[in-house]
């Protein structure tokens, strides 16, 4: 099983082609908010002093503006353009995150079934939401084959061979915390013979 991770990468281009990215800073500069030092802020990200300027400027030369303000006795501080840099990131976050992470799973899903190609996969079929991406990262961590096709119908089954040879039937109003415990329950059901199904 595999797992895709997507997230929400800003990168800025200005009118002369250059390009930088402001996903890569958005984070430096909040440790150097947290820390007051350039120096503190690249050591834990990992990164070299030089590194970390070569970012920042690289930054600043794009939008045309000082990330950083430096005061003597006072270390580093956020220019009001170094906020607005990480204000955006996290605005990206907010807004792409659900998204992306529906999206991951989506792909996810389809490599396995590729990938996989075997029985015992729990199969999916429902329509777009936070739950049912939910639902198939719990399924993906508890490494469980999953097989899962979007529909546009409101109505989810989800359906697996267990040992039982008779259906379960269980409402499932979309809670991540009840992903997690089909998750667990179908890691441990590899028979085969019948069908659960869970309604959304």
Not at 110 to 119: G, P
Not at 130 to 137: K, R
């Amino acid at each position: 099983m595999i797992r895709i991770e997507c997230d929400a990468y800003l990168t800025v281009r200005d009118t002369e082609g250059r390009t930088a990215s402001l996903s890569d800073v958005a984070p430096l500069l909040e440790l150097v908010a947290e820390t007051g030092s350039i120096a503190q802020a690249a050591q834990a990200k990992g990164l070299s002093y030089r590194h970390a300027w070569g970012l920042l400027r690289a930054l600043e030369s794009c939008v045309g503006g000082e990330l950083i303000e430096t005061a003597r006795g006072k270390g580093s501080t956020l220019s009001k353009l170094g906020q607005a840099v990480v204000d955006a990131q996290r605005l990206a976050r907010s807004r792409l995150d659900g998204n992306l992470r529906t999206l991951a799973a989506e792909v996810a899903s389809d490599l396995n079934r590729w990938l996989a190609q075997r029985d015992g996969a729990v199969r999916i079929h429902a329509s777009h939401g936070y739950a049912v991406a939910a639902l198939v990262s719990a399924l993906v961590d508890a490494q469980a084959a999953v097989d899962i096709k979007y529909r546009e119908s409101v109505i989810a089954r989800v359906l697996r061979p267990c040992r039982r040879s008779r259906a379960a039937n269980a409402s499932w109003p979309g809670s991540i915390c009840r992903a997690a415990r089909f998750a667990s329950s179908a890691r441990r059901s590899t028979g085969r013979g019948s069908t659960t199904r869970v309604t959304c």
